[in-house]
């Protein structure tokens, strides 16, 4: 029902920005909750930063937060997660997710996925 495309991701030196964007298909994105996760190598994959359906609430994680914006572009079908200041910390594989209802942090409460876009953040 929803399909997600991300892109944006690359190499990138501590203190530097990336803009990830997520591009979606599909019926009722203005409608539906969306989500940035990210999962490094070794770890489960964690909640970053979270749209609420109607788009007047945001969450964002501790470990970003000040660092990182989420925003819809509704016209456009794309959600986009700013993220500035970054440490090496920050390197894992980013994910997009999207869900009709109000999901939790936990991944697995969510039902739609993208492949995923890799950041790298050198020392």
């Known amino acids: 029902q929803v399909q997600l495309v991300e892109s944006g991701g690359g190499l990138v030196q501590a203190g530097g920005s990336l803009r990830l964007s997520c591009a979606a298909s599909g019926r009722s994105f203005s409608s539906i909750t969306l989500g940035w996760f990210r999962q490094a190598p070794g770890k489960e994959r964690e909640l970053v930063a979270r749209?609420?359906?109607?788009?007047?609430?945001?969450y964002y994680a501790d470990s970003l937060k000040g660092r990182i914006t989420i925003s819809r572009d509704i016209a456009k079908s794309t959600v986009y997660l700013q993220m500035n200041t970054l440490k090496p910390e920050d390197t894992a594989v980013y994910y997009c997710a999207a869900d009709p209802n109000n999901p939790t942090v936990a991944a697995s409460s969510w039902e739609y996925w993208g492949q995923g876009t890799q950041v790298t953040v050198s020392s």
């Open positions: 749209s609420w359906r109607n788009g007047a609430r945001s």
